[in-house]
């Protein structure tokens, strides 16, 4: 009877493993995708600051590839804006998305222990 139990046991511990190798793995790139949205965002925010301070007849160009190109002030900062908004909304999905990550392998821990618990009891 103790060998099915091993069994189970050494299965479920050999699942939740392999689980939390899969969660750390995702949780660390998701961490990294953060690092890298803020630093977007810190460099638009000082693009930003450093155009906004510019006078309104100053040219200013658009780095693409190898070339520049010549737009409007108001069309660059609002390039800047919408970078820093998308950066803002993906940060927000990557921090949900490692929340979610992190609460299932806890869950998958918890049920562990209450299997080991009501084996105990048995």
């Known amino acids: 009877m103790a060998a099915p139990i091993d069994l189970e046991l050494k299965k479920a511990f050999s699942e939740l493993q392999v689980k939390m190798i899969d969660t750390q793995q995702k949780v660390k790139m998701a961490d990294l995708q953060i690092d890298q949205l803020i630093r977007v965002q810190k460099h638009a925010k000082l693009t930003h600051a ?3 301070c510019l006078p309104d007849n ?3 160009y658009e780095g693409a590839g190898r070339m520049f190109i ?5 069309e660059i900062n609002n390039q800047l804006m919408d970078k820093q908004k998308t950066a803002d909304e993906k940060i927000k999905e990557l921090e949900q998305k490692k929340s979610y990550l992190e609460c299932s392998v806890k869950e998958a821990e918890d049920n562990i222990r209450e299997m080991l618990l009501t084996r105990r009891t048995q």
């Open 58 to 60: 100053t040219r200013v």
């Open 50 to 52: 450093e155009i906004s």
């Open 70 to 74: 010549l737009q409007s002030k108001e």
